[in-house]
């Protein structure tokens, strides 16, 4: 037998003054947090920057070493915004909420044509430059019976977003190959990390690899390149910096200080990659083992691993306008882009990298 | 004598060594970079902890889920207990709260951020209506079910209708208030991780989705585990503070075994 046995109480007028003890307690911590809130008055101008990872060292120099650079926090400031991609910093551009960010060509090409983002490219953060460099490449497992394009009929494919840019390039090697890219294939979307485990669980027939997870994948084994992008587009241009073009045109000076400032921070990145090493671990949280097997490498010969080599970067961080061209009009020709661009469209007269005062 | 004092603490520890346990046999049998055992991860936690980068990330992210909370308090208790005592007030938010509980607050975040930037104001926001509706269903229930009696006999010591929602009403539907706020601080806790998924600057969501992107698994897990330790912690405190709140309205229940 089992009996409950209840203690009835009440409430009374006198307890309501714990209450407002309470209240008052929570009103005075909200009141002190909101406080921290408020910026402190800024005397000097302030860029708002979009970033992401992974391979934006002239910037990341920035965040992490602004001492190195004489009008970063003298003459400007940078509000530095991270993004989960591309797409999102579009949107961001084009509500007004970022002066500058990163952006893939495909993006930025879409935010222009088909939501009127008006944008300079100012300065490259990496592309491809064919043999040396690594290039974005669909990998199997050793055992698989898929040995090149032609035997991607039916397969199920790993994009990292679909509709990404990397996707027009194999787009164009499917045709290539008698297949339709919307019907032949299966494409499923799944983020870079993710790619490897599900090519070695069988999850996907085919998955895309970029660094630092090719570098890896490669040093455990087990998976083979079947398409590298470089033998359909050689010299894609990957990640650039675009600004706002209502903001270079109202603030060309300060515009040209950021131009300056990246030249110069992808200069310093790459004359000193220990501490460029040192910058991209502070960043990402990771140990450095995951990047030093390929950062700022070349491949030593055409037959190397592509995992074993860096993106390519420009020095003074020049934006390969005719490579972006050729992109434009491939998007185009695929599909990806509801109009043909012109890059001229993209490019100041004065602003863009590398540029030195 | 000992044993009975720790019993209680049994049940718990049992759960999660078997969570634990299923874990670590789970990563043995998959063997994927994607799932590395606790052993690994539970390494990144005090590394996390003792990193004062990290820790400013986390302390961030409470300030602006505090911040969403107690905004969401100070809208979402006077109209919960406003629409508990007027027909009127009821009949006009209920259809809207019932249109706008569904929709994933995160999801708005890309709309948010067209309106209020990329900055703090849009994270707080999508906090703040993730925790909102919780605070202003459980205000509304414990408002209506004040007794009448108790507001006949401030009204006939001459108290008028605004003194008796705050000095009367209000205490007498806090313990109904605060069981919403405990599932608005699990919810905030949810919200705040979210919020920062597609544009941060500062924040746990910054350690969770950079490690995530870079594929950087062991910190991913020693961050969910920290998040849910958040999670119990806050839960623990609150509770403290609602039964020093609230303690008269708690029933005192014991089960007698055994007897008739």
């Known amino acids: 037998m089992i009996r409950f046995r209840q203690k009835q109480r009440s409430f009374t007028f006198e307890r309501g003054f714990r209450l407002e003890r309470g209240l008052a307690l929570a009103f005075a911590i909200a009141a002190s947090t909101a406080g921290l809130t408020a910026a402190s008055a800024q005397t000097i101008p302030t860029i708002r920057v979009g970033w992401t990872v992974p391979a934006e060292d002239a910037k990341y120099w920035m965040m992490k070493r602004p001492q190195e650079f004489p009008n970063l926090g003298k003459k400007y400031n940078v509000e530095w915004v991270q993004f989960q991609g591309t797409a999102q910093m579009v949107q961001a551009m084009a509500a007004g909420a970022l002066d500058c960010s990163t952006q893939g060509v495909l993006s930025l090409a879409q935010g222009a044509a088909s939501a009127g983002l008006q944008t300079y490219i100012v300065a490259q953060h990496v592309g491809e430059k064919a043999p040396e460099s690594f290039s974005v490449y669909w990998a199997v497992k050793d055992d698989s019976p898929i040995k090149s394009v032609k035997d991607f009929k039916g397969k199920t494919i790993g994009l990292n977003v679909l509709g990404t840019g990397i996707w027009g390039p194999l787009a164009i090697a499917l045709k290539k190959n008698g297949i339709d890219p919307d019907k032949d294939v299966k494409l499923v979307e799944a983020a870079f990390p993710t790619q490897e485990d599900a090519i070695r669980t069988g999850r996907l027939d085919v998955g895309v690899l970029n660094q630092p997870f090719a570098a890896r994948a490669e040093a455990k084994g ?15 241009v990957h990640i650039l910096e675009a600004c706002s073009k209502t903001f270079v045109d109202k603030n060309p000076e300060l515009a040209a200080l950021y131009v300056q400032d990246l030249t110069a921070g992808m200069g310093k990145a790459l004359a000193n990659r220990d501490e460029t090493l040192k910058i991209v671990t502070e960043i990402f949280k990771a140990p450095v083992a995951v990047f030093d097997p390929f950062y700022f490498k070349t491949r030593a010969s055409s037959d190397a691993p592509l995992g074993s080599a860096d993106f390519a970067r420009d020095p003074g961080a020049a934006a390969n306008y005719d490579g972006i061209q050729k992109m434009f009009k491939l998007y185009y020709d695929v599909g990806m882009l509801p109009k043909q661009l012109d890059v001229k ?10 540029l030195k005062p | 004598m000992v044993l009975r004092r720790f019993l209680p603490a049994l049940p718990p520890l049992l759960a999660f060594a078997g969570i634990l346990a299923i874990w670590e046999l789970l990563s043995l049998y998959f063997g994927l970079d994607g ?3 606790p052993s690994v991860a539970l390494r990144q936690v005090p590394v996390i902890l003792t990193d004062p ?3 400013f990330d986390i302390v961030d992210s409470l300030r602006r889920m505090a911040i969403g909370i107690v905004l969401a308090l100070v809208f979402a208790i006077p109209v919960g207990l406003w629409m508990g005592r007027s027909r009127f007030a009821a009949a006009f938010f209920n259809p809207l709260l019932s249109v706008i509980y569904p929709v994933p607050k995160a999801a708005l975040m890309p709309i948010i951020m067209l309106w209020l930037g990329v900055g703090d104001a849009s994270k707080i926001l999508v ?4 925790v909102t509706l919780p605070l202003i269903y459980h205000s ?26 705050a000095r009367i009403v209000l205490p007498a539907a806090l313990p109904e208030i605060l069981v919403g706020c405990r599932t608005a601080l699990v919810l905030g806790l949810i919200t705040m991780v979210t919020s920062e998924m597609i544009a941060r600057q500062t924040g746990i969501g910054n350690l969770v989705f950079q490690s995530l992107e870079m594929g950087i698994y062991d910190t991913v897990y020693a ?4 998040i849910g330790a958040l999670g119990f912690i806050l839960d623990v405190l609150f509770e403290r503070l609602r039964g020093w709140l609230v303690g008269w309205a708690e029933p005192a229940q014991s089960i007698i075994v055994g007897s008739t």
């Open chain 1, 222 to 236: 087990g998976l083979r390149k079947v398409f590298a992008i470089s033998e359909e587009i050689p010299d894609i």
């Open chain 1, 345 to 354: 469209d993209f490019k100041h007269a004065k602003i863009f990298a590398p």
């Open chain 2, 35 to 37: 799932l590395p055992p």
């Open chain 2, 53 to 55: 980068q990290s820790l």
């Open chain 2, 127 to 130: 906090i703040f209506l993730g």
């Open chain 2, 140 to 165: 509304y229930q414990g408002s209506r079910a004040v007794e009448e009696k108790l507001l006949w006999s401030a009204a006939a010591m001459g108290m008028q209708p605004p003194a008796r929602l």
């Open chain 2, 223 to 226: 961050m969910i585990v920290i």
